[in-house]
């Protein structure tokens, strides 16, 4: 068996046909979806990344307002900042870029964001709702994994999945996604016992380590015909790639994702997808 490929740069590519048209839609109501980006530092993968999300809303026609401050930016100005945005009526989302600063309160700041512009899916209120079956905005990442098992027709009823990860960004969020989808869901970490047999129970893996150094997913860890998501980066000789032994997984699995062109390309998609929805809740 050879494993079909997850293609993450199609399926985005789709989701962002989708939001296109609404924002159309949108527009010829008198309303201009608008995404506010707020980065604190000067790390340079998080501008790549702010500067992506700006870039992808521009082509889709999403308004954009673009906030850079400095790495010593205090917590009660970036607060100030937060609530300013949140009175605004133009702007329907707001995404402040994690990490932040080790001086500032990331908790603070995300608790701060008006749960009706979270477009990240991140506060307190938003992580209730997706607990009780009830988020309108989803964190993004995990919304992205969830539409790309949906476009490929890969059933989660009654399938033990497996994800290696337990972070509010990924892991958690994911947990509630797949039981509301009737899935079984088992959640590991660095401290799980035995974690290459509880993968070899797996019908479907979502990894999202992001150290190779410390774990990657080897093709005896899979059982014949699972299905491998891959969520992680990292760089190998100067490549980008993920969790898994690519190569040789792939030919124990029936589907995979790639990295790059697999999960990747659907955080921005979905990022934009949820300004969309912010803005229609938003006006009504």
């Known amino acids: 068996m050879v494993a079909q490929i997850i293609s993450g740069l199609t399926v985005a590519q789709d989701v962002k046909e989708r939001v296109k048209k609404a924002v ?29 999300k700006q870039k992808t809303a521009k082509e889709l026609g999403i308004a954009t307002r673009d906030h850079r401050l400095a790495a010593t930016f205090k917590q009660h100005e970036l607060l100030e900042l937060v609530q300013l945005l949140n009175n605004d009526p133009e ?15 990331e908790f603070a700041i995300i608790n701060t964001i008006s749960p009706l ?20 905005l989803k964190p993004c990442t995990p919304s992205g994994v969830m539409e790309l ?3 490929y027709k890969i059933a989660l009823e009654g399938k033990d999945v497996v994800i290696i990860n337990r972070s509010n960004l990924v892991g958690k969020p994911l947990v509630f996604m797949l039981l509301e989808r009737n899935a ?36 005896d860890m899979v059982k014949e015909g699972a299905v491998v998501i891959d969520v992680a980066t990292s760089r190998i000789n100067g490549k980008l790639a993920g969790d ?12 995979i994702t ?7 390309p659907m955080t921005i998609a979905m ?7 912010a803005a229609s809740i938003l006006r009504g």
């Not at 702007?91 to 309160?105: R, S």
């Not at 079984?184 to 035995?194: E, I, L, M, N, P």
């Not at 898994?244 to 589907?255: L, M, P, R």
Request: glycine share 8%.
């Open 91 to 105: 702007v329907h989302g707001i995404l402040v870029q994690l990490p932040l600063p080790k001086h500032i309160d």
């Open 184 to 219: 079984t869901v088992t959640v590991c970490h660095s401290k799980t016992r035995d974690l290459p047999a509880r993968l070899r129970q797996a019908d479907i893996i979502i990894t999202a380590v992001g150290n190779r150094e410390r774990f990657t997913l080897k093709a």
């Open 271 to 277: 990022l934009m997808k949820n300004t969309v929805t």
């Open 117 to 136: 512009k979270d477009v990240d899916g991140l506060t307190p209120y938003s992580a209730g709702m997706l607990q009780n079956g009830m988020a309108l």
């Open 258 to 264: 790639p990295v790059p062109g697999g999960v990747g």
């Open 24 to 52: 159309e839609e949108l527009k010829t109501s008198g309303i201009i979806p608008c995404l506010a980006t707020v980065l604190v530092g000067d790390d340079p993968a998080s501008a790549t990344y702010v500067n992506s």
């Open 149 to 151: 098992l949906d476009y």
């Open 244 to 255: 898994a032994d690519f190569e040789a997984v792939k030919q124990k699995a029936s589907w």
